[in-house]
């Protein structure tokens, strides 16, 4: 090879790994970073893109010069030169492909390790997922909230579970995602270092409603997050039944798929319950408002409203609610 396709390549080198620093530096396709470990796996989307892009104009580059030097010539209808190969290149274009994947899995590896970094006194937060809605429980505060709130600048230890299907907690603006399993507790700590109000989705196809099972986020500070608890141990006890429905029906998910203006509940999945109280004992010839309402939420495939789908309305209501739940919803039901 000579000198002057030595330095040739030396230059295409150096413009390609230049245009890689800079897509690294600059391109930013996330969501903005809003923890700890967001700003980890930012670093490592960035060097990726920069790698990504690297090699990406190299083929394409190298694709598009050897169509062009090497296209066919008009009136040219003789064989192409017979090349035997080249042993160096074929190496060449080994080895170097298995570093990059070597320096990728090392670095992926230590971002995984860092992120994962336990602190000795986190905030502990029991995330539960259900058929379609998350409820967050702060077990050292004897807390239950369907939104989150967390203090900023202090690690969080989630332990996900679910009540029924395999969901996904996923928090964009944190980088995290975990699956919660039926039966199985799955851990994991985030750092937040931005106030705010962030989106909770459910990144596991759940049902029917898998798309209304969004929560929110609320990041704040040391001092509001304390009063912020305090507050809802004084909310702990109802001022009224019908304040304990409106939460049940939150809690246990019924406002991602019925509509109920009372409780702001657009969910077009079911039938709207705007009346209910009225309409229900109307229904099944027998059975009053109270039973009607009782056996659809312990037997959801009772009485399936014509034009609406059987099959999704978690069946277990009868495991999870309390009797005196049970009897708060309908009470409150029985209101509207």
């Not at 030097?69 to 008009?74: H, K, L, S, Y």
């Amino acid at each position: 090879m000579n000198l002057r396709r030595i330095v040739t390549l030396v230059v295409l080198a150096v413009v390609l790994i230049g245009l890689g620093v800079l897509v690294a530096s600059t391109v930013n396709l996330m969501p903005e970073e809003a923890s700890v470990q967001a700003q980890m796996v930012d670093r490592l989307f960035r060097l990726l893109m920069g790698i990504a892009t690297v090699i990406f104009v190299a083929v394409e580059g190298a694709l598009v010069y050897a169509v062009v030097r090497f296209r066919r010539r008009a009136g040219d209808d003789t064989d192409g030169p017979a090349v035997h190969g080249s042993t160096t290149l074929e190496a060449v274009w080994t080895a170097i492909p298995a570093l990059i994947v070597i320096v990728i899995a090392f670095v992926s590896f230590r971002v995984l390790a860092a992120s994962a970094v336990r602190e000795a006194e986190p905030v502990v937060v029991e995330v539960v997922g259900r058929q379609f809605t998350w409820e967050f429980r702060y077990p050292e505060a004897d807390v239950t909230s369907t939104e989150l709130h967390l203090p900023v600048d202090r690690q969080v230890r989630f332990e996900i579970t679910s009540d029924d299907v395999i969901h996904s907690l996923w928090i964009p603006e944190f980088r995290i995602k975990q699956d919660a399993t039926p039966g199985r507790v799955a851990e994991m700590v985030i750092t937040p270092t931005r106030l705010g109000r962030f989106p909770i989705r459910c990144a596991e196809l759940c049902g029917a409603a898998h798309a209304a099972m969004t929560a929110e986020v609320v990041v704040e500070s040391g001092e509001e997050f304390a009063a912020w608890l305090e507050g809802q141990r004084g909310a702990g006890l109802p001022v009224s039944p019908g304040d304990l429905g409106r939460r049940l029906f939150s809690q246990y998910g019924c406002n991602a798929c019925h509509t109920l203006a009372d409780a702001v509940a657009a969910g077009v999945v079911g039938p709207s319950l705007d009346g209910i109280g009225a309409a229900a004992g109307s229904f099944v010839p027998g059975l009053d408002a109270r039973a009607y309402l009782e056996q659809s939420i312990l037997d959801p495939e009772a009485f399936v409203v014509e034009g609406f789908p059987s099959g999704v309305m978690p069946p277990n209501f009868g495991d999870r609610l309390t009797g005196e739940e049970l009897q708060a919803l309908v009470d409150y039901l029985l209101s509207q």
